[in-house]
């Protein structure tokens, strides 16, 4: 292990080193790439002589989310802190199932979500989980909501009747595809228009229950989003919140994106109203910076957790019961440890530094629309208190500009369409920048643009 550590350390140095001098690869043709770089795996092994150049030129080749010209997705950056902490989970390699091998990771896992649940506003009695990504813990939370609407969809499916559920146009797309996993069919989705901002429209969303309910359906779900996925928006929880409660309807928050906004006292009122929601879901690997992936879902009862995941297993639960054995609420049997990473940033940093965290994004995302906004070349299409600056420049198409800039290895960045429009989507989250990398995006998107007309 000691040699492999050293080469480690090696290749990390130069990754570095890498990102510094060159922060955006040019891309190969897949398949040209997978050759030079000799993936193809054979019968017989190489000598560590051979495998050191191959290993490094892998990483060396592999696209750069940490770096400063990384705005494609909704993460990136390098957290030191979350990364140490997720290198030591690789090595210690626990499953999070039974405390008799998670031991004080369990204690970790624990202190994470119920820190968590208590800055949603959520009672004592709460209680949570972690999965591999916001896709799934949309699908857990979707999973409880069917369970308490159809107490025998665990045991003899379901039974024909017709469960919908309610989500915005602008929401995440695992929702229709885990609404096919679970059996509800993607076709009892009901889509709720959104207002200008992208923000589900209260009116629409009522009169889509009381439609249903007269048809005889049986609605059971609304999932609400704290930063829509394109625009950043987010649904006006408090609304939700009082619909759910009238029709005795689940509701969820998918905070995948910016549910992370619980650590600031400035922008946790973009979500107020989220505590009456009866589960909540956020990415620290996204607003947070943490490596992927950290997505944890807090849910008010914990009852529901245990209704819909626990399943005995004579040969894995032996030792201190169901509190500490956590694979009794969770999606899967052997499952990572997801937390470590969170813990070993929010130990070094405090609830305090989170918070500078999330709002050090959001002044990125104010900078960047100021911007915009002052120069008449753009065309804006964002609004207040989104992460997601969205624009159009000199009327190029936003497809050809970000493709550009891919294939050139200037920039990357991607694009959306929201109410018809079509345009470059901006993501400030990024764990490592700073308003001067805001300001030299913007420079070198347009000398590359002006060199394209
Ligand atoms: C609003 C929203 N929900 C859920 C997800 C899915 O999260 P993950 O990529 O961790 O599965 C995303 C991903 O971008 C998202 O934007």
Redesign the pocket.
């Given at each position: 292990m000691k040699n492999d550590l050293d080469l480690f350390r090696s290749i990390a140095e130069d990754l570095m080193k890498a990102e510094e001098k060159e922060p955006v690869l040019r891309p190969e043709a897949p398949e040209a790439l997978f050759t030079r770089l000799k993936i193809s795996l054979s019968e017989e092994g190489i000598s560590d002589s051979e495998f050191e150049p191959i290993l490094r030129d892998l990483v060396l080749n592999t696209p750069r989310t940490a770096t400063r010209k990384f705005f494609n997705?909704?993460f990136g950056g390098r957290n030191s802190k979350a990364s140490l902490g997720d290198l030591l989970a690789v090595l210690l390699n626990n499953s999070m199932y039974t405390y008799k091998v998670g031991g004080p990771m369990v204690g970790v896992e624990k202190e994470l979500l119920h820190k968590s649940a208590q800055l949603l506003g959520y009672p004592a009695s709460a209680d949570g989980t972690l999965a591999?990504?916001?896709?799934?813990?949309?699908f857990m939370a979707m999973l409880m909501a069917r369970d308490k609407a159809q107490e025998t969809a665990r045991s003899k499916g379901l039974d024909g009747a017709k469960l919908t559920l309610y989500t915005s146009r602008e929401?995440?797309?695992?929702?229709p595809k885990n609404a096919a996993f679970m059996g509800i069919g993607r076709d009892q989705i009901r889509y709720v228009n959104s207002d200008d901002q992208g923000k589900m429209r209260m009116d629409h969303l009522q009169e889509l229950i009381s439609e249903d309910r007269a048809n005889g359906h049986q609605p059971f779900l609304v999932i609400g989003?704290?930063?829509?996925?394109v625009m950043g928006a987010f649904d006006p929880m408090e609304g939700i919140a009082e619909i759910c409660e009238k029709e005795s309807i689940w509701f969820h928050v998918?905070?995948?994106?910016?549910g992370s906004v619980i650590f600031s006292d400035t922008y946790r009122p973009l979500i107020a109203g989220a505590e009456r929601a009866d589960s909540f879901?956020y990415?620290a690997?996204?607003m947070l910076g943490t490596p992927?992936?950290c997505?944890l879902i807090l849910v008010k009862d914990k009852r529901w957790l245990y209704e819909s995941f626990a399943n005995d297993a004579d040969y894995l639960y032996q030792t201190d019961g169901d509190d500490y054995n956590l694979g009794k609420t969770s999606l899967q049997c052997g499952r990572r440890n997801d937390a470590f990473k969170f813990w070993t940033l929010w130990k070094s940093a405090g609830t305090k530094g989170l918070a500078e965290i999330v709002d050090r994004q959001f002044e990125l995302a104010n900078h960047a629309l100021d911007y915009v906004r002052e120069h008449p070349d753009y065309t804006v299409y964002s609004y207040e208190n989104s992460l997601g600056i969205c624009f159009n420049y000199k009327d190029i198409p936003a497809d050809k500009l970000c493709n550009q800039l891919y294939e050139a290895g200037e920039l990357m960045i991607g694009y959306g369409q929201f109410h018809g429009d079509e345009f470059v989507r901006l993501v400030t989250v990024n764990a490592g920048n700073e308003k001067e990398d805001i300001d030299r995006f913007f420079k070198l998107l347009e000398a590359f643009a002006d060199k394209m007309n």
């Open positions: 997705q909704l591999p990504g916001g896709s799934m813990t949309n929401s995440h797309y695992s929702i989003t704290a930063g829509t996925t998918d905070g995948a994106y910016c879901s990415n690997h996204k992927l992936s997505s």
